[in-house]
Nanobody
């Protein structure tokens, strides 16, 4: 199993910055790509950013390109999301997601794991 614990959510004014962190534990060697998703009030959960296992390739939703940066420190088993120029529409619960390598997913019956979420509120 994999456990994910997010932190860093807070109340911030528009234009401000926050850095979210997600610490992974358990079967770390099973983790491939990792990502951040968010779910705003009354909205569906959507992918914000994703990073490959070695950190060489990243993906960003159009809504956060140029403002958010995803990174990971595999030595610390930690995923980060640096969020700059925050806007009220960034208000959401942010969730860390860890995608398992196929061999682990087959063995566990789970393709991925989720953290419990951390709340980000951006005031105008």
């Amino acid at each position: 199993q994999v456990q994910l614990v997010e932190s860093g959510g807070d109340l911030v004014q528009a234009g401000g910055s926050l850095r979210l962190a997600c610490v992974a534990s358990g079967e770390i060697s099973c983790i491939s790509a990792m990502g951040w998703h968010r779910q705003g009030p009354g909205k569906e959960r959507k992918l914000v950013a994703r990073i490959t296992s070695g950190g060489s390739t990243t993906y960003y939703a159009d809504s956060v390109k140029g403002r958010f940066t995803i990174s990971r420190d595999n030595a610390k088993n930690t995923l980060y999301l640096q969020m700059n120029s925050l806007a009220p529409e960034d208000t959401a619960d942010y969730y860390c997601n860890a995608i398992l390598y196929d061999v682990c997913a087959a063995a566990t019956g789970k393709p991925d794991y989720w953290g419990q979420g951390t709340q980000v509120t951006v005031s105008s």
